[in-house]
């Protein structure tokens, strides 16, 4: 032991106190913990119909040789069949291992020691954790009314930030900037900073007062705006996402890309699934709609407070401990979204999935709330 590294010493105090987050068990192991002979993931707003068809030929059909070799280290093909739905140029786009992973594109290419990043106190974590992290501020400001305060953004905003971290529709609330809100937002901010808009959820919204933030990249070149094929797309498994912006922003933020980290089957999945997607949307929208509705009746017959906005998930409250319900559910099979570390206690978020998941969820929540203690 006398070689054992003087971690103390050689970890920034910024990692040292750093909860790591933790990941869900296998499947089969959380069966066997819980006792549970199947299991509901309603906690990662995922897409119970899978991938759109196209993507599952591919996928099915994908030449094992292929995976010998390196992938497209830009993902080429992807980026033009992008540039053609999006009206763009191909190098606007910036390809990354999900969302997640171009989150921290995104904040190395432009903060440094001292610097900030200003976002919602109450929305998708990873902005925080990947500015904390990496020894950055994070600037949290309280949700107004279940959504973006956009004027409480603004007065967080110092001469060292950076970035401003929008999530719209917002992840866990589905609370969504309307038309002009976010122009006047951007305007206010006057391309002072970077704004990111991350629409993880975008293909979900139904409001025609949502505005796509993708329509105003060519009127605002200091906005990124963020996009997944985990969600809609139903890829989660597979890891992709994207940023787009202007092409001298985005410039910059590929240099803190590393090369190679999309695989070649995620991007043929991805490609294929954009090329052939509408009745995909269609029939997974009808799902999430008559899907919320039910929980939306069920939940509100229990007598529980939910929000339920845009995307693919609601979120409830309980008269109990947010964790001991995550337990409870688990031995009757459904898995849910604890929402203490979305600052959230005694809440959770569930996904919207089948009728066979939903009442099922139902009915273990029912019985969870009649439990004594
Ligand atoms: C799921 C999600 C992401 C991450 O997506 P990946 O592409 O799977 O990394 C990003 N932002 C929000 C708001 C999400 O809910």
Same mark, same amino acid.
């Given at each position: ?61 994908f030449p094992p040789p292929r995976a010998s070799v390196y992938p ?102 589905? =609370?969504?900037?309307? #038309? ?5 937002? /951007?305007?206010? $901010?006057? !391309?002072?900073?970077?704004? +990111? ?67 070649v089957l995620?991007?043929l ?23 919320? =509705?039910?929980?939306? #009746? ?5 007598? /529980?407070?939910? $929000?339920? !906005?845009?995307?693919?998930? +609601? ?59």
């Amino acid at each position: 032991m006398s070689n054992f590294p003087p971690l103390d010493r050689l970890t920034p105090e910024y990692i040292r106190n750093f909860e790591p987050y933790i990941p869900s068990k296998p499947d089969e192991e959380l069966k066997r913990l819980y006792g549970c002979e199947r299991l509901f993931r309603l906690n990662n707003n995922e897409n119970p119909l899978g991938p759109p068809p196209a993507a599952r030929r591919v996928i099915r059909e994908f030449p094992p040789p292929r995976a010998s070799v390196y992938p497209s280290g830009d993902a080429y093909y992807l980026r033009l069949k992008l540039a053609e739905k999006f009206d763009m140029h191909p190098d606007q786009f910036l390809v990354g291992n999900g969302a997640n992973e171009v989150i921290s594109f995104a904040i190395k290419a432009f903060c440094e020691a001292g610097d900030n990043i200003v976002t919602a106190d109450k929305t998708f974590a990873v902005y925080e954790w990947v500015a904390t992290f990496s020894g950055f501020g994070a600037h949290l400001v309280p949700l107004a009314d279940f959504g973006f305060d956009a004027e409480g953004m603004l007065r967080a905003m110092d001469d060292r930030t950076k970035i401003l971290f929008v999530c719209n529709p917002n992840n866990p609330t589905g =609370s969504i900037w309307k #038309r002009g809100m976010l122009r006047g937002f /951007l305007d206010r $901010v006057a !391309g002072s900073r970077i704004v +990111v808009v991350d629409e993880a959820y975008a293909e979900f919204v139904e409001d025609p007062e949502f505005q796509n933030a993708m329509d105003l990249i060519p009127e605002y070149p200091n906005l990124v705006v963020f996009r997944t094929f985990s969600k809609m797309y139903a890829l989660a498994g597979l890891r992709i996402g994207y940023l787009a912006g202007a092409m001298e922003v985005v410039d910059v933020i590929r240099r803190t890309c590393v090369v190679y980290s999309v695989n070649v089957l995620a991007q043929l999945a991805a490609l294929a699934a954009i090329e052939e997607c509408a009745e995909h949307i269609e029939r997974t929208r009808e799902l999430v709609r008559k899907g919320k =509705s039910f929980l939306v #009746r069920e939940i509100g017959a229990l007598g /529980l407070e939910y $929000v339920s !906005g845009e995307g693919n998930f +609601v979120m409830l409250k309980l008269p109990m401990n947010d964790g001991l319900a995550y337990r409870k559910l688990m031995t009757r099979g459904v898995m849910i979204r604890s929402m203490t570390g979305f600052r959230f206690p005694n809440w959770i978020r569930v996904t919207v999935s089948t009728d066979e998941a939903m009442e099922c969820f139902i009915e273990a929540l029912t019985e969870a709330l009649g439990e004594r203690g």
